[in-house]
């Protein structure tokens, strides 16, 4: 079992900065991958980032790509996704979520490859 806690986002202006932290207990040494996907309403959950817990490296969607930056620390079992150059079609709410089964250099895009979820957290961006 793993347990995830997201924290921080809110409501930010266009071109401005928000970060939004996961933190992960329980089974932590079994993930594989942790990503941020993101839901707006009548759309379906997406992917924006993602990155595998061993080695660091990262996947980003291409919406955010030079935008958001997702890192993490091992030392606080912890995901954070910072959020730059906001734009009003970056509003969702933001899902931190754990994969794992382990699946070398690939990253797995879809929802329902990822096992753990947090609550989410509300990220809005005013025009």
């Known amino acids: 079992q793993v347990q995830l806690v997201e924290s921080g986002g809110g409501l930010v202006q266009a071109g401005g900065s928000l970060s939004v932290s996961c933190a992960a207990t329980?089974?932590?040494?079994?993930?594989?991958?942790m990503g941020w996907f993101r839901q707006a309403p009548g759309k379906e959950r997406e992917l924006v980032a993602a990155?595998?817990?061993?080695?660091?490296?990262?996947y980003y969607a291409d919406s955010v790509k030079g935008r958001f930056t997702i890192s993490k620390d091992n030392a606080k079992n912890t995901v954070n996704l910072q959020m730059n150059s906001l734009k009003p079609e970056d509003t969702a709410v933001y899902y931190c979520?754990?994969?794992?089964?382990?699946?070398?250099?690939?990253?797995?895009?879809?929802?329902?490859?990822?096992?753990?979820w947090g609550q989410g957290t509300q990220v809005t961006v005013s025009s």
């Open positions: 979520a754990a994969r794992l089964a382990y699946s070398g250099t690939l990253f797995y895009t879809g929802a329902s490859d990822y096992r753990y």
């Open positions: 329980g089974n932590i040494f079994i993930m594989s991958t």
């Open positions: 990155i595998k817990w061993g080695v660091g490296t990262t």
